[in-house]
């Protein structure tokens, strides 16, 4: 667990319980999420993860190459390649695959959603 939370800078986040503040729709996402290994604190990596993609998308006009995000967030591009999957399966991007791995990112109407959790 501590190498997920060293690689996506997430070491702040505790293993304690979720913040009262946070919504229960964010609970029950983050708690019904399947395709995230690794227990609570890997979710909220994901989703910590997953926001920093949202807003940098949006300043790239919604679309990007996951080759250009990975540079401008200083990480390789396959750590943030387990992100843009579970952002895909939750219908926050749309990806449009490259045979070489520099997949195109897409914003949906519902990545805000992922800013409010």
Do not use: C
Not at 78 to 83: G, H, K, Q, S
């Amino acid at each position: 667990m501590g190498d997920i939370k060293e690689k996506f800078g997430t070491d702040w986040i505790s293993g304690g319980s979720i913040s009262r503040a946070a919504s229960p729709q964010t609970r029950d996402d983050i708690a019904s999420s399947p395709d995230i290994r690794g227990g609570r604190e890997a979710k909220l990596a994901f989703v910590t993860v997953g926001k920093r993609i949202v807003r940098l998308l949006a300043d790239m006009d919604g679309v990007a190459r996951i080759y250009d995000v990975a540079d401008r967030m200083e990480m390789e591009p396959a750590d943030l390649a387990p992100v843009a999957e579970w952002m895909a399966k939750s219908y926050y991007i749309r990806v449009e695959p490259d045979t070489y791995g520099n997949h195109v990112m897409q914003l949906t109407g519902r990545a805000k959603e992922l800013l409010e959790k």
